[in-house]
T-cell receptor, first 117, second 110 residues
Framework: AQKITQTQPGMFVQEKEAVTLDCTYD???????LFWYKQPSSGEMIFLIY??????QNATEGRYSLNFQKARKSANLVISASQLGDSAMYFC??????????????FGTGTRLQVFP | DGGITQSPKYLFRKEGQNVTLSCEQN?????MYWYRQDPGQGLRLIYY???????QKGDIAEGYSVSREKKESFPLTVTSAQKNPTAFYLC?????????FGPGTRLTVL
């Protein structure tokens, strides 16, 4: 079963506007973590933001915020004031802490964001 | 500076040869992971390790092997049994909510 779902293969946003990238997840564990990464054309994976399942506040890092809705099992990334340099692939990932054998980090299929002037 | 190094950046292999990709971290992280990424695709888990001398298969382990003799090192061997090894390989290490990726190795089979 798909554990991490990103339903938007591609998104367009105008510079200086905000954009939301969707991510839903599936887990029966109570303890897990959610990550967002940016991958520019160079291939490097850049960590953006982390949300633990027990964190009550939504995580924020500069222009990035994570809209965490636990009951809906969604962890959407919000980028405010988009910049041309934000154009890249964005991946959502989940790590389940439930047991030794399932402690792995799994990824969604990604969303390609393009920012236009 | 703490981080993960992967070498080489580009690797070319003839069919039938085994090759080993290096991954080293100085972050004192327990967990390390290997991923494969094909063009335009997401990351698929090959192997992962939570502690020294122990590792588990991921979703696409066939044709690959790993070792974890030291906490800092988690090398990946692509064997001749891997039928389509041309891809981008990424190594990562994680401790709680802190994690890093290496810069990746692009493997091409000639």
């Amino acid at each position: 079963a798909q554990k991490i779902t990103q339903t938007q293969p591609g998104m367009f946003v105008q510079e200086k506007e905000a954009v939301t990238l969707d991510c839903t997840y599936d887990t029966s564990d109570q303890s897990y973590g959610l990550f967002w990464y940016k991958q520019p054309s160079s291939g490097e994976m850049i960590f953006l933001i982390y949300q633990g399942s027990y964190d009550e506040q939504n995580a924020t890092e500069g222009r990035y915020s994570l809209n965490f809705q636990k009951a809906r099992k969604s962890a959407n990334l919000v980028i405010s004031a988009s910049q041309l340099g934000d154009s890249a692939m964005y991946f959502c990932a989940m790590r389940e802490f439930g047991s030794y054998n399932t402690d792995k980090l799994i990824f969604g299929t990604g969303t390609r964001l393009q920012v236009f002037p | 500076d703490g981080g993960i190094t992967q070498s080489p950046k580009y690797l070319f292999r003839k069919e039938g040869q085994n090759v080993t990709l290096s991954c080293e971290q100085n972050l004192n992280h327990d967990a390390m992971y290997w991923y494969r990424q094909d063009p335009g695709q997401g990351l698929r888990l090959i192997y992962y390790s939570q502690i020294v001398n122990d590792f588990q298969k991921g979703d696409i382990a066939e044709g690959y092997s790993v070792s974890r003799e030291k906490k800092e090192s988690f090398p990946l061997t692509v064997t001749s049994a891997q039928k389509n090894p041309t891809a981008f390989y990424l190594c990562a290490s994680i401790q709680g909510g802190e994690q890093f990726f290496g810069p990746g190795t692009r493997l091409t089979v000639l």
